[in-house]
């Protein structure tokens, strides 16, 4: 049972930084591992992703201030998040997908993943 549990959220004004973190358990071999967000009364989007080669890749309005990585000695990712807008306010969750198995959408795609957290809210205030 693959476990995925984020940290490091919390509020802020517009212009700082956060990082949050997503622990997981249960199953080391893991693919892709991605962050996405959700805010009230809006669908579900991608915010980055990384896979286990250490490419990344980013939604447009965070690129340049947003920065995915991961620490495989403690299968930990991160979120580094600075310059942030009040349009980033959000619940954020990680994910990550189960490789070789599932259709794949892309690594922005929640349909591309298996393994979602609980979620950790940011506000960030003007």
């Known amino acids: 049972q693959v476990q995925l549990v984020e940290s490091g959220g919390g509020s802020v004004q517009a212009g700082g930084s956060l990082r949050l973190s997503c622990a997981s358990s249960?199953?080391?071999?893991?693919?892709?591992k991605a962050w996405f967000r959700q805010a009230p009364g809006q669908e579900r989007e991608g915010v980055a992703a990384?896979?286990?080669?250490?490419?990344?890749y980013y939604r447009d309005s965070v690129n340049g201030r947003f920065t995915i990585s991961q620490d495989n000695a403690d299968n930990t990712l991160y979120l580094d998040m600075d310059t942030l807008k009040s349009e980033d306010t959000a619940m954020y969750y990680c994910?990550?997908?189960?490789?070789?198995?599932?259709?794949?959408?892309?690594?922005?795609?929640?349909?591309?993943?298996?393994?979602w957290g609980q979620g950790t809210q940011v506000t960030v205030s003007s």
């Open positions: 994910a990550a997908r189960r490789p070789g198995s599932g259709q794949w959408f892309g690594p922005i795609n929640a349909a591309s993943y298996h393994y």
């Open positions: 249960g199953y080391n071999l893991l693919d892709f």
């Open positions: 990384i896979a286990t080669t250490g490419v990344t």
